[in-house]
């Protein structure tokens, strides 16, 4: 049975950091690409980075270039986003996945970012 389980999710102030965990099991953690979506209030799903099962390709969108760092420890069967410099515009209920093809085919089921003073 496949689970992917995010943890780490806070309230935070604006410009600070938080490091978002997500632990999977039931399938080969190493051969598959992972990345990390996330849903604002009121909005549709927004991706945010990728990682290649070899952990050397990384992929970020424009809105969290050079403040989010994805990385992955296959030996412990777990993905991180490294979110710093946060933003209001941050908040978001984030989510994993497993990347299948082009698409993503298990998620979940979030872990919520609330930034904020």
């Known amino acids: 049975q496949v689970q992917l389980v995010e943890s780490g999710g806070d309230l935070v102030q604006p410009g600070g950091s938080l490091r978002l965990s997500c632990a999977v099991s039931?399938?080969?953690?190493?051969?598959?690409?992972m990345g990390w979506v996330r849903q604002a209030p009121g909005k549709g799903l927004e991706w945010i980075s990728d990682?290649?099962?070899?952990?050397?390709?990384?992929y970020y969108s424009d809105s969290v270039k050079g403040r989010f760092t994805i990385s992955r420890d296959d030996a412990k069967n777990t993905l991180y986003l490294q979110m710093n410099s946060l933003k209001p515009e941050d908040t978001a209920v984030y989510y994993c996945?497993?990347?299948?093809?082009?698409?993503?085919?298990?998620w979940g089921q979030g872990t919520q970012v609330t930034v904020s003073s």
């Open positions: 996945a497993r990347e299948m093809g082009c698409r993503y085919d298990y």
């Open positions: 039931g399938f080969t953690f190493s051969n598959h690409v």
């Open positions: 990682i290649d099962s070899g952990g050397d390709k990384t």
